[in-house]
Every structure is written in structure tokens, then in C-alpha cells.
């Protein structure tokens, strides 16, 4: 038993002599016969159908398609064969009494439209039927046959009377079209034939003498399409496109809106199957308070939509004149209206008409009211008077060969005239000198300024001397050149900034002077040696000439110095000497060691008294 999306239930099997189905009564005229019967949703049988023959023949399985037709698999057997309907099948082996399989198909009404067979030469049996996609059967069952036929396929199967297994599909029994069912206004729609392939080529032919399987169609009509398989087999489709002019109105958009207001609009599109506004509305019918455009699809199929949009003005009014009053004079404004017609204006001082002379610095508002009883305020600052409004800018310091831009661009200036003979906004200075702009103003003002562009300093060509050779520790002054001004700087090796840089180590110091127009960069090498001086005889007389072991040129930090006697012994030690020995010391050689870290000299003094 089956039942179908609608709640009707579908039943099939076998009886002998004769059954009742309601109102419909069937009679077998074999030992066996198969019936298929369809019941209702209301509990009426509605038909019943039966097939067979004088042996004995059953239903084992039925299937149901989306458009109401069954679908049953049995066995069936006897040399006179089996009718269903119109269709007689007989066996492969009609001499003896043993069954085939037959796969079988009734329209919604239970009239029988095919009937075809399969089996080999014993006993074959159908168990399940489905149906897959496109209404394709699929069966499976066992045959005890050294082979079995399905159509145009042979199976090989046990020599000896033991079962065997199939699964067989066969072909499909519906087409598919897909496409739109609505051609707008004679515009295209695509039609696509579908169905399952068998692993085959299909030839297709539509009404239209088309032979592929998509086509395009303008025209709104019944159109069919017929697919052809291997072997002859055909299946044919029907499609149905309907025509539309469609149409869209909007409504509503009468008059000016007035801000705040809700206003009404609706879309007027008959047959259409949704709407969507430019506010993401879906609605036919939205509320708008706000002025601007508005704009609405309708769709009436995915391939035809209309679009119209609608302006909704506002009654709006604005006040126009000066914003700053000219020194002893006055200036005027006038307010100007947009939407309905304007049935007064009334401004803040108590004036009706649509221009107002004003001559004090104030806020100035107008109320406009309209035709349609809306009302709209403006207002309009007027500034005090400024004479001095002109501003000259730009750069004040030019370069050797460069320009500079001069500026005195102002919003209320209606012209411009420069000691140069230029009359716009801005100018170009290629010399130094005194720059003057003269701005005159609606009403008559006008107003001065002035820059000065100076020459900018240029950095000199200079040296830091020559590369030279100093004694340990003696310093070196490096000199900047003499030069100032606006945007000159010195930058030294070591990041220092000032006018001169103290110099204490061998290295290679440069300096960069920066101005606002070049960069000029000079080097000098320092190196320094050591000058020491270490004599070998000291004459302790008092004389106050040569009476101590004087080292000169003694620098860089302490050093330690040692002396020993002719014999060895040593005789006076310190780690930082200070040029004091000898005054007491007796006559004599003496060896000394002076010492400063990984610096040694070795050497011998006499002392001479």
C-alpha cells in the first residue's frame, strides 16, 4: 500500500474468483489474478484495476509518481500470457509453469498504459519497487534462470536452480521544464527540458522545432517538448507560459510635503507578486514625513519586475544675503520660499515682505506660511562690520631661484588687486619685497594686507681646518660658520647643536649647516699622539732647575711609577706620580717603570749632585 501528498491510498495484490472494491468488482479469470485499487481521502474507493491471465500471476510492490499514476513489479506465468489492458505478456519459457517478472503502469484513472516483462528460463520474482528521480523504476529481486533477460540486457546467472540477485532501473517516466511561466512585455524567458540520462545521449524536439534542450521563447503559448532515448523510447512535456503587460502606478505625491507630516504613498501594480521600496519596505502602502525620492519595484515573476520612482518636495524657505555688514552701511535679505505657493512672510522685526534692509549686526529669522497652511522658519546671522578682514599668507622667507605661493583668498571677496597688477586670489613671488592685496566686498568694502618676503639665508661653502695631529689631551675648538637667521641650524657628529664643538679624541668630526633653501656638510680628521718626555739625568743642587725626575707631557689620567738602584732594590713606588722625586735621592744610576695600564716605558736616571 502507498499513499500519495493528497492522502489517497493506492493498494495491490492478488486474488482469485472475485473482490469488491466499493461499487467497482473484479473477477479473475485464472487461477491467480493482480489487482491495484485506489481509496479516497473521503473513504470511497475511487477505481479498481486487474491484469493477469489463465496461470497464476501477483503483485508484489507498488510505487506512486507526483502526478497520481502507479507503478507495480510481480511475477506472471502460463503459455496464453497475461493482459494488462492492452499489453498481453507472455513468459520466456511458456512450456512450463514457471514465472517471470513484469513491471507495469496505471494512469490517476487506473487505466493501464504499459506493461513490459523480464525473466530467463525458470523461476524469476520481483521483490521492491522505487521510483527515483523522473520517476525511474527501480526493482530488485532473485531469478533461478542460467540467465535473465531486462530488455536489451542479459544477466548471467547460476547454472543450477539456485537464486540470484538483481537490481534493474529502467527508463525514466517524466520530463522536466523549468523556467518562467510569464513572458513581460515581450521579453525573454528560458525553457529547459530535464530529465534522467541513462547514461545516454536524448534528442530532444520542442513544438517550436527547437532540438536542444534549452530554449528561449518571447511569446506566451503552450509549448511541448518530446525527448527521444536510445531505442525509440519517448517522453513528452508540457509547458505552459502566460503573457503580461504589467503596470505601476504610485499614489499619493500630492502637493508639497510638509516636514513631519505623514504622507501616504502607494504603489498600484496588478498582478504583481511582491513589492520592495527604496526604504526596504514591502508593503504597497509606506509613510513617508521626510522630502526626497523614493523609488518602488514590483515584481510579477523572477524575470519581470517594473520600477518608477516619485520626487516628494518640501515647503521649505532660506534666507539669502551678507553675512557681515560693511562699516556705515546696510545690506539686505531676502527670504525665498520652495514647495506650495506662499501666502505671507513675517520676520522677527515685525517687516511682511519677502526683502528685509537691515543695517545692525543681529540674528534675522522669517516665517513663510503656505497655501496648504504648513509654516517654515529660516534664520540669518548678519556679523558687525570688519574692515580689516583681508589676510595676506604665505611663506616670508624665498630662496636664490625659487617662488613662493601668496595667498588672500577670503569667501567674501569679489575681487582682488596686488601691487603686482594681479587680480586673483593668489599670486606667485619670484623676488624679495614688500607684497600688498586689496579686497573689495559686495556693497562696496574693502580691506588691506601686506606680507614682506625677505631673502632666506643660504648656507656658505666652509672648511673645519685642516686634518691636524694634537698631543694626548690637548683640546681643539672647531668653529661653525658665522651665519643666522631663519631656519638656520647646525647639526655636529656627535648630535650637539651649538655654533662650536670641543674636540678631546682622535676621530672625524663633521658638521651639517641646515637652511630653509640648502644643506651644506664639511669634515675635518683629528688624531692625537703622545708627546711625552722622560729625561735621564736630574741634578737635585737646589737651583730649582731640573732638581726633580720631571716627565712632561705626562697625561691622561694617573700613572705608577717604580725605581730601583743599581743593585735591583727598590728604592720609591707610587701609583699616581706627581713629578716630586729626586730632591733627596743619593747620587747614582737608577732604573725606573712607569706604568699606565697596558702602557710601559722602561729606562734608566742618573742622579747627579
Known sequence: MKADAAGNCYLTGGYVGRINFGSHTLTSVGNGDVYVAKLGVNGQW??????????????????????????????????????FGAVTLFPRNPTLALSDVYVAKLDAAGNWLWAVPAGGERVDFSMK???????????????????????????????RPF????????????????????????????????????????????????????????????????ATFQGGYTLTEQFRVRGLT???????????????????????????????????????????????????TATFS??????????????????????????????????????????GYRWNTGALTPALLVGQAGTYSVTATFADGCTQTATHTVGPPTAKVASVSGDTLLCPGNSLLLSAMNPDAISYQWNTGATTPTITATQPGLYTALLTYTGGCTSRDSLRVLPAPVAPAFTLGPDTTLCLERPLLLRAPTLSGPGVAFRWSDGSRGPTLLVQDAGTYSLQ?????????????????????????????????????????????????????????????????????????????????????????????????
Open 302 to 343: 523572477p524575470a519581470c519586475s517594473l520600477t518608477t520612482q516619485v520626487v516628494v518636495a518640501a515647503n521649505r524657505v532660506g534666507i539669502s544675503g551678507r553675512q557681515q555688514l560693511c562699516p556705515g552701511q546696510s545690506t539686505t535679505l531676502t527670504a525665498a520660499a520652495t514647495g506650495s505657493a506662499v501666502t
Open 163 to 226: 537464486p540470484s540477485t538483481y537490481v534493474a532501473r529502467m527508463h525514466p517516466n517524466e520530463l522536466a521544464i523549468q523556467g518562467d511561466s510569464l513572458v513581460c512585455n515581450g521579453a525573454a524567458v528560458q525553457l529547459t527540458a530535464s530529465t534522467l540520462a541513462l547514461g545516454h545521449s536524448i534528442r530532444y524536439r520542442w513544438n517550436t522545432g527547437d532540438t536542444t534542450a534549452t530554449i528561449r521563447v518571447t511569446q506566451p503559448g503552450l509549448y511541448s517538448v518530446t
Open 129 to 159: 519497487l522505487v521510483l527515483g528521480p523522473y520517476a525511474t523504476p527501480y526493482i530488485i529481486g532473485e531469478y533461478e534462470s542460467p540467465t535473465m533477460d531486462l530488455g536489451p540486457i542479459r544477466l548471467s546467472g547460476n547454472p
Open 46 to 83: 475511487q477505481w479498481a484495476a486487474t491484469a493477469g491471465g489463465v496461470s497464476d500471476d501477483g503483485s508484489s510492490a507498488i510505487a506512486l509518481d507526483r502526478r497520481g499514476n502507479a507503478y507495480i513489479s510481480g511475477s506472471f506465468q502460463g503459455a496464453q500470457g497475461s493482459r
Open 513 to 609: 649647516v641646515n637652511t630653509l633653501c640648502d644643506t651644506r656638510t664639511a669634515s675635518v680628521r683629528v688624531g692625537y699622539t703622545s708627546c711625552l718626555f722622560i729625561p735621564n739625568v736630574i741634578t737635585p743642587n737646589d737651583d730649582q732647575r731640573n732638581d726633580t725626575f720631571v716627565i712632561k707631557n705626562l697625561t691622561r689620567g694617573d700613572w705608577a711609577l717604580t725605581l730601583f738602584n743599581r743593585w735591583g732594590r727598590q728604592v720609591y713606588h707610587t701609583s699616581a706620580y706627581h713629578h716630586d722625586w729626586g730632591a733627596d735621592a743619593a747620587a747614582g744610576v737608577y732604573y725606573y717603570l712607569l706604568r699606565q695600564g697596558s702602557t710601559v716605558y722602561k729606562g734608566h736616571l742618573e742622579v747627579v749632585r
Open 246 to 296: 504589467p503596470t505601476l502606478q504610485l499614489t499619493g505625491n500630492t502637493g508639497a510635503l510638509c516636514p513631519s507630516t505623514p504622507r501616504q504613498l502607494s504603489a498600484v501594480a496588478p498582478g504583481a507578486q511582491a513589492v520592495r521600496w527604496s526604504t526596504g519596505a514591502t508593503t504597497a502602502t509606506i509613510s513617508v514625513t521626510e522630502p526626497g525620492i523614493y523609488s518602488v
